[in-house]
């Protein structure tokens, strides 16, 4: 039967490989991780229902989809935009 996907994988897929802001709803980001749209990230993998992500500190960091409420794509590699 395979791996389930929720229903916005599919729209997450293009991120995949690429670099993004992510803004998710209301966190307590007492590690100052930039969900917030802050930070850039390079999305690593997209799951079943959660996205791994990698910030400029080689930080991973996985992401619950249902928490995320937009994703802006960002050019370039995450250190080159942090430079």
Same mark, same amino acid.
């Given at each position: 039967?395979?791996?389930?996907?929720?229903?916005?994988?599919?729209? *997450?897929?293009? *991120? /995949?490989?690429?670099?993004?802001?992510?803004?998710?709803?209301?966190?307590?980001?007492?590690?100052? &991780?930039?969900?917030?749209?802050?930070?850039?990230?390079?999305? &690593? /993998? @997209?799951?079943?229902?959660?996205?791994?992500?990698?910030?400029?500190?080689?930080?991973?960091?996985?992401?619950?989809?249902?928490?995320?409420?937009?994703? @802006?794509?960002?050019?370039?590699?995450?250190?080159?935009? &942090?430079?």
């Amino acid at each position: 039967m395979g791996i389930q996907r929720c229903s916005c994988c599919d729209q *997450y897929d293009f *991120y /995949q490989g690429r670099n993004a802001r992510i803004f998710v709803e209301s966190i307590e980001d007492d590690f100052d &991780l930039g969900l917030d749209g802050t930070q850039i990230f390079e999305v &690593l /993998q @997209v799951g079943c229902d959660c996205i791994v992500v990698a910030d400029e500190d080689d930080r991973r960091i996985t992401i619950d989809c249902r928490k995320i409420v937009a994703i @802006v794509g960002a050019p370039g590699t995450a250190n080159e935009n &942090l430079a």
